[in-house]
C-alpha cells in the first residue's frame, strides 16, 4: 500500500511502520526507490514513538486484528494524528468466516474487531465525520478527522 501511495501521489512522503522486525526489513525493500519519501521503522501500534500531533493522515490497513488491544492502537494513531488530520484504515472484522480463517494459521494474539465496536470506540476519541464502512461482510472502511 505504501509503495502504490508513493508512486501515485509524487509529493507524500510516508512513515511506514510494523511491529515484526522481518517485516520491517520487508518493507525498507520495498519501499528502496521512493528512499527520499519513505521511512520504515519499528514499532508497536500500541505505544508509537512519535510525538504527538506529528502526522497529517494516519492509515491503519489491514493491521488492527493483529493487535490484541486494537482500541489502544487506534488511540495512539489518534495522538499522533494533528488536528484536522486524516485517520482512515480498512480491516478484517469479526465473523464466522473471519474466525475460521484465523483458526488455520498460528495465533499471535490476534483479536478480530466486532464491528458493533469500532464505530462506538472512533466516537470516544477525539474525532469528527466518523465514517464506519461494512464491505462484503468480512471487512470494514473507517475514517474520520481529528478535531
Not at 111 to 123: I, N, Q, T
Request: hydrophobic fraction near 45%.
Amino acid at each position: 500500500m505504501a509503495a502504490e501511495l508513493l508512486r501515485r501521489y509524487p509529493d507524500v512522503r510516508i512513515t511506514a511502520t510494523d511491529f515484526d522486525p522481518a517485516m520491517v526489513e520487508l518493507a525498507g525493500e520495498t519501499l528502496r526507490p521512493f528512499r527520499e519519501r519513505a521511512t520504515v521503522r519499528q514499532a508497536d501500534a500500541t505505544s508509537l514513538p512519535f510525538e504527538a500531533e506529528t502526522f497529517d493522515c494516519v492509515l491503519s490497513f489491514i493491521m488492527l486484528h493483529h493487535v490484541g488491544r486494537w482500541e489502544d492502537a487506534l488511540a495512539e494513531s489518534v495522538r499522533v494524528l494533528r488536528a484536522g488530520g486524516l485517520l482512515a484504515g480498512y480491516d478484517l472484522v469479526e465473523s464466522a468466516v473471519t474466525r475460521a480463517l484465523h483458526r488455520l494459521g498460528p495465533s499471535h494474539g490476534e483479536r478480530l474487531v466486532g464491528l458493533d465496536e469500532l464505530e462506538p470506540m472512533l466516537a470516544r476519541l477525539p474525532l469528527t465525520q466518523i465514517d464506519v464502512t461494512p464491505s462484503i461482510g468480512l471487512l470494514v472502511r473507517f475514517s474520520a478527522r481529528k478535531g
